[in-house]
Structure formats: structure tokens, C-alpha cells
């Protein structure tokens, strides 16, 4: 991968990253999702699909969102990049990519590299979208007790407004912010209103993920 790192200065994520904060002072300030990740996913795309047809999944292990976008519309055409060779991928390094999408999903992928590599990351994800593209990035809600914790193969633990800091430093606006869970709607309302003194305490949350969505500035 190209050495792009250098080009994000951290006093800069400092300052987009309290801007963040500033808008979702706390984690339970920030609005809430439900359902399983494939479900929800599956409702971006059917939005973001209508327009945008081309599809980079970075980090896509089994594939599964191809199998989504083939429910969804058989003219997405969609590529995936891992770097596991023992499954099929179109790609499996960046450096190889040559060409341009209009949608990048990071799906439970940036928590798994080193800091520096995650900027990177950001950053190679910006060159590869289309000016009017977008990315779409999943994470683990590191105010759940066990979210980031519960896999050995996690690296660098994300705050919402950490990842969202880095993003809008590497070129990238209009961030939407959610938490994500999986369990029952109704259930979690009435745990969250009758816990949420104790859980604004202790800056914990039910909620095991986060999703964070944005759009490639506009020069």
C-alpha cells in the first residue's frame, strides 16, 4: 500500500474529533439501530443502490454482501478485497486495485490493524471512490463490556468519535452516526429508560456496534 499515513496530522483529528463529541457528547447520546448486521446492511444498500451500482467490501471474508446485492439488484457489480487467499476475492491487496467505486464498505475491519495502518486505510479508501462515493464502516462499540474485548484478534479500540475524527481528517464529510443492535426493539427501550442513569455513570451501553457512514469531500 502506498505510504500515505504522514498526510493525516493528529492535531487535526484532534479537532474534528471533538467537534464530534461536541453533537454526541456521550454514547447514549448517539441515535440507535436494530437488527443483525446483515439485515441492516442489507437496508443501506437497498438506499445507497439506487444510484451508486459499484461496490468495493474490503475486509469481505465470506462474502456475504454479494449475496445481498444480488437479492437486491443484479446490475450492482461488486468486488471484494481480503487477504485471505484460501477464499476467493477479486483482490487480495490494495495495491492492486486500479479502478474506482462508488461505494467502500469496512465491515468489523479497521478495529483489526495497528493505528497507523487504520489511517491508511482511510486514506486509500478516499482515492478509490468515486467523487460522489461513500463509505460505509462497522465497528465495535467499546463502551459494551465485551464487544472489543470478547475477540483476541481486535487491535486498536475505536470510540465513535476516534474513527469519526479520522474520517473527516482523511477527506471525508456528511458523517451519519449510529449504534447498532441486534436485540429486540421494545426490550432495550425499557432496559435503556430504566438503566440509563447507571449507564451514563459507568459510560457503558448495550449496544454492540457502531456504524459510521460518509461521503468523499468535495474538492
Known amino acids: 500500500m502506498e505510504n500515505l499515513q504522514g498526510s493525516i496530522a493528529w492535531s487535526e483529528v ?6 464530534l463529541k461536541s453533537f454526541y457528547p456521550t454514547i447514549l447520546k448517539v441515535p440507535i439501530i436494530y437488527g443483525t448486521k446483515k439485515q441492516i446492511i442489507r437496508n443501506l444498500l437497498i438506499n445507497k443502490t439506487r444510484k451508486q451500482k459499484k461496490i468495493l467490501d474490503i475486509g469481505a471474508a465470506d462474502r456475504f454482501v454479494k449475496e445481498i446485492c444480488s437479492d437486491i439488484n443484479n446490475e450492482i457489480e461488486y468486488k471484494s478485497m481480503d487477504t485471505d487467499r484460501s477464499r476467493f476475492h477479486d483482490y487480495y491487496s490494495l495495491d492492486e486495485i486500479q479502478e474506482r467505486f ?3 464498505l469496512l465491515l468489523d475491519v479497521i478495529e483489526h490493524l495497528p493505528l497507523p495502518e487504520g489511517k ?9 471512490l468515486n467523487p460522489e462515493g461513500g463509505i460505509v464502516i462497522t465497528i465495535p462499540n467499546n463502551c459494551h463490556p465485551s464487544a472489543f474485548s ?9 470510540r465513535y468519535h476516534d474513527i469519526g475524527g ?3 481528517s482523511a477527506g471525508f464529510e456528511g458523517l451519519q ?5 441486534a436485540k429486540r426493539k421494545l426490550k432495550h427501550r425499557l432496559l435503556a429508560l430504566i438503566l440509563k442513569p447507571f449507564l451514563k455513570f459507568l459510560d457503558i ?3 454492540a456496534g457502531i456504524l459510521i457512514t460518509a461521503k468523499k469531500a468535495t474538492q
Not at 484532534?14 to 467537534?19: D, I, P, S, V, Y
Not at 470478547?150 to 475505536?158: A, K, L, M, V
Request: with cysteine; hydrophobic share 40%.
Open 14 to 19: 484532534k479537532l474534528k474529533r471533538e467537534e
Open 102 to 104: 462508488d461505494i467502500i
Open 120 to 128: 491508511t486505510l482511510l486514506l486509500k479508501c478516499s482515492h478509490l
Open 150 to 158: 470478547g475477540d483476541c484478534t481486535h487491535i486498536t479500540s475505536y
Open 166 to 168: 479520522l474520517l473527516l
Open 177 to 181: 452516526i449510529f449504534r447498532i443492535s
Open 205 to 207: 451501553d448495550f449496544a
